[in-house]
């Protein structure tokens, strides 16, 4: 209780010594097997997130397939259209902003910034089947009047290789959808997404590296985000777009630091600490920024009580120390 009230003073002197301004405080509301329920929203109105991402999902079998398989009875009922609607509308009935942010998962994790196809065929035939998926979704969007709409997470060899098939589906889903578009581009590619001037918000995935110590101080973490924190901001002013971070977070292990973008089932051990410290160091330097809108922390389970946990070294904040730092910050701002 005295470190959480510590805690807090440390951040009202911070607000206050910026300039204030509302910041999307984000969630990132992960689909499941079932249907949401209030119980599962009130661990998120617990932590005074005011936005939520919903991430309904389309599947690849692997990196050079060109057909997008998504809305079926073989998933998970979070990740299809109807789910995802159910979701929104659940937030939505608790003042919830809503982030829909449809996403695609090749077979076996393989990383979607690799899909790339191996001849023009394969690439028509990826185009329609992505634009089918993303705008079956940005017409769920519109019907339920969700505040921001992601066009895609993470997919850099297509957009590199399709350019003009990307301006062309950007002005497609403005068509259909008329509120704030996003793209969630990763840590490293950002600065090469050239469609930033027809979008509003340039979205980064900010899995950066900062640090190779085992448990990184909060101190040693904002050294190590200056490099970066430069970068970003030059893209802001470039742009004349808000930076959001369409995720961030860190998994309670040792280095967590290192290699953020980590989701393999390591031994690594728990380190509740560097998870803490990781998450300080990322609202003490962004959240002050007029020229920065918020994030979406990456990730939260609907299950609140068999989420996460002391034992737990993985991205969620849930149950562990961590969540009281979500909980102090996102108040404030």
Known sequence: MKKAGFLFLIILQFSCSSQFISKINGVSFVASREEASQKHVEAVLEVFADHAAVMPFGFIRNLDSPE???DTDRQWYGETTQGAKQYIELLRENRLNIMLKPQLWVWRGEFTGDLKMNSEEDWKILEDSYEAFILT???LAQETRVEL???GTELEEFVKARPQYWNSLIGKIREV???????????DEYKRTPFWPLLDYVGIDAYFPLSEERTPSVDILKEGWKPWKSRIEEVAKESGKPILFTE?????MDYTAKKPWLVDR???NVNLEGQVNAKKAIFEEFWGEDW??????????????RAGGEQDNRFTPQNKPAEE??????RTF
């Open 177 to 187: 959808y008329k509120g704030k578009l996003t793209y969630a581009a990763n840590w």
């Open 248 to 252: 961030y977070g860190y998994r309670s």
């Open 266 to 268: 390591n031994e690594e």
């Open 137 to 139: 979704y940005a017409r």
């Open 325 to 330: 730092v979500i909980r102090l910050f996102y």
């Open 292 to 305: 920065f809108a918020g994030g979406f922390v990456w990730k939260w389970f609907l299950n609140h009580d």
């Open 68 to 70: 997008i398989i998504f």
């Open 149 to 151: 709409f992601c066009i």
